[in-house]
Structures are given as structure tokens and as C-alpha cells.
């Protein structure tokens, strides 16, 4: 295997997603899950692949990528070249002067490292500490079978450095989601009132902020709308409905992004009390509503929106993944003997109608 297959399998193991580019010896990759967003763009510079690389083309598919994501996320992603190389002083002065990116790394094939010049300062050592451990695993296991046993403490296997950067990246992209800040502020609230009061007790919902259509439509009280997506009917109640939220509301971020997603949840959760609250005033129904799951709906319905019109936007979720989200979250909502369908319903078409609009966008800016 050459080193530019093995960084390309590196890096399609260890990152978000691929960005697809129309070149036979460059590889884009998006790194996501770290608090600094960065597109990683992968040149094959050896002897007889070299001439094919120019800096115009480079510099296009990087700025390009780099439009794509930031219209994406609406955060502008920091952009490291890994050049790979058979002849450093060929590589490095031909590509001095050139618009890389943040970052210009040139690795010899023969040397399995990194060759930096004098005056170049590594900015992120992160990244470039994770992909000399990776080099170092594969210089040592070019090494004979002896030298291999001399010195097999010294070695970190590319497996085990690329899971401990996956396992890294995963919690800080979790605790800085929508989806994680969601989550929480469901179960501050729902502990407040605990601690004030009783939340399986509809009076005491009702002055907490619950659903109540003849309060909104008589008296104004609109805030309800909003409010009641934060409260619970007891602990049952909350934890299948951030459960639910947990396993999809993360996929539905990494690929909608963090803005959009906030969008996607918040309207639905509007919109299924809008629709519960008509509905409850046609059939007179006097009933207290509370809770996510309206709002959680939508989420799912995002989910099976992005499957069938999502082609193109990476991380796309598969079939059998699909209906393990649509039975988690109908799941939910079956095992309660109580659930305002009305809410769902709306909540469900809300999401899937404003998760068509953003991709069509999406689409649109990326091309």
C-alpha cells in the first residue's frame, strides 16, 4: 500500500466524511467533531503523479470545499494540506509560494514522517501529533521481524490511535450539539419542578407553562406554544422523549448543522402545538399539554426527508437506519397509554416541510 492509500484510508476512518473531488491524486476530508472545524486536503506528490497537481487546481477544489462547508455549518473551516512525497526538495520547491491552506505538510515516503523546513511553525499540533503516531506505526511495521520485537513498546498501532481520536472528538462534539443543550435544559427544568411541585399534577402544569387552547386563544397567553415543549408528565415521560431526541437528534445535526437543526426542532415543536391546539379547540377538549415529542416529530420527520432528497450532502443515513429512528421514536410514543396525536402529526409534517426547504437551499449554494 502507498502512502497516499494509507492516509486516504486514515483519514476516511478518522473524519466526519469525504468530500467528493474530481481528481485523480487528491483527496478531500472534513473533520466536524472538533471546536475547530477543518477541511484536510490530501496530495499524492510523488515522482509521476506530481505533474498532475497544480496549484490552481488545488487552490479551486479547496475554496470550493471550503464555500460548500461553511454555507453548510456557517462556521469557515481552517484548511491543512498533507502532501505526500518520494523527493522533499523536489515537492517543497515546487509547492513554496503556493495557497495550501492553513497548513503544509509535506510526509516522505521514504522516511515515514514529516519533513519541516526551518522557518515553519506547526500551528495545529494536534492533528500533527496524531499523524506522526500514525507514521510511526507504519515505518515500524515495515521494520524486520527482529527489529519488530526489540522494540514493539515503543510502537502505536494505527487502530488504537485512530479509535482514541474518534472516542476524543465524539464527547467534544456532543457536549457542544444543539442536541446535548436541548437534552439539558429539558431536564433542569423538569428537576425545578419537581422540586416545586408535582409534575403529574395538570394544575400544577398548567400555571408552569403547559398547553391550554382556551388560554391562548382567550387570553393570549402565546408563550404556551413555545413553553410547553420544556415540560414533562413525570420522569417516564421526559426520559422516553429525550431518549428519542439523543438518538436522533444527533444524526440530524452533523448533517443539517447546528443552525438549521436548532431551526428544524424549534419550528416543529411550534407547530405541533399550533396543530394540538386547533385541534383541541374543534372537539372542545379541555385537556393540559405538555412535552417534546412534537417537536421530537419533526425530527423524524427531518430524518426520512434527508433520506429521500439528501443525495449529495454526505453522512446520509441508510434504510435499515431509518427504521431503527422511526421505531425508536413511534416506539415512544405507543408506550405511553396518553399522547396527543394531533401534535405529532403537526410536528411531523412541520419538520419534513422546512428539512426540504433547507436541502433545496443547501443544494442550491453548493453547486
Known amino acids: 500500500m502507498s502512502l497516499f492509500e494509507l492516509l486516504s484510508e486514515y483519514y476516511a476512518n478518522t473524519t466526519d466524511r469525504q468530500i467528493e473531488v474530481n481528481a485523480e491524486n487528491i483527496r478531500m476530508f472534513y473533520r466536524a467533531s472538533t471546536a475547530d472545524p ?48 518520494d523527493d522533499f526538495e523536489a515537492v517543497k520547491d515546487s509547492t513554496a509560494g503556493c495557497s495550501y491552506g492553513d497548513e503544509r505538510w509535506i510526509v516522505d515516503e521514504n522516511k515515514m514522517c514529516i519533513m519541516l523546513t ?51 472528538d465524539g464527547i467534544k462534539y456532543a457536549a457542544g450539539s444543539v442536541t446535548f ?25 398548567f400555571d408552569h407553562g403547559a398547553m391550554y387552547w382556551k388560554s391562548v386563544i382567550e387570553d393570549g397567553e402565546y408563550y404556551r406554544l413555545f413553553t410547553c415543549m420544556f415540560i414533562h408528565f413525570g420522569f417516564d415521560h421526559l426520559l422516553g422523549n429525550m431518549f428519542s ?14 443552525v438549521r437543526f436548532a431551526t428544524i426542532y424549534f419550528v416543529s415543536g411550534i407547530t405541533a402545538s399550533i396543530v394540538s391546539l386547533a385541534y383541541h379547540y374543534r372537539i372542545e377538549d379541555y385537556s393540559v399539554c405538555a412535552g417534546a415529542s412534537g417537536a421530537i416529530y419533526g425530527v423524524m420527520g427531518a430524518l426520512l426527508v434527508i433520506f429521500i432528497f439528501g443525495r449529495g450532502l454526505g453522512g446520509l443515513i441508510s434504510a435499515r437506519g431509518l427504521i431503527i429512528y422511526l421505531i425508536v421514536g413511534i416506539g415512544n410514543g405507543v408506550l405511553y397509554g396518553v399522547v396527543d396525536n394531533s401534535a405529532h402529526i403537526g410536528g411531523f409534517i412541520g419538520g ?16
Do not use: H
Not at 477541511?39 to 470550493?64: E, F, M
Not at 524486520?144 to 502505536?156: G, L, Q, S
Open 245 to 258: 431526541l439523543f438518538i436522533m437528534g444527533y444524526i440530524v445535526e452533523k448533517i443539517m448543522g447546528k
Open 352 to 367: 419534513a416541510a422546512l428539512t426540504y426547504i433547507l436541502i433545496q437551499g443547501m443544494k442550491n449554494s453548493s453547486r
Open 38 to 85: 477543518k477541511i484536510i486536503v490530501l496530495i499524492n506528490a510523488v515522482t509521476g503523479s506530481r505533474q498532475t497537481v497544480s496549484d490552481s487546481l488545488v487552490t479551486n477544489i479547496r475554496d470550493k470545499a471550503a464555500t460548500l462547508i461553511f454555507s453548510r455549518y456557517g462556521s469557515e473551516p481552517s484548511v491543512i494540506s498533507v502532501i505526500c512525497a
Open 118 to 168: 526551518q522557518e515553519q511553525t506547526v500551528y495545529d499540533k494536534k492533528e500533527y501529533d496524531t499523524l506522526t503516531e500514525v507514521l510511526r506505526a507504519e515505518e515500524y511495521s515495515r521494520r524486520p521481524d527482529e527489529e519488530k520485537f526489540r522494540k514493539v513498546k515503543n510502537t502505536v498501532p494505527l487502530r488504537r490511535a485512530s479509535e482514541r481520536r474518534r472516542v476524543s
Open 181 to 205: 443543550w436541548i437534552i439539558l435544559v429539558n431536564f433542569l427544568v423538569f428537576i425545578w419542578l419537581e422540586i416545586i411541585g408535582d409534575t403529574l399534577n395538570p394544575k400544577f402544569m
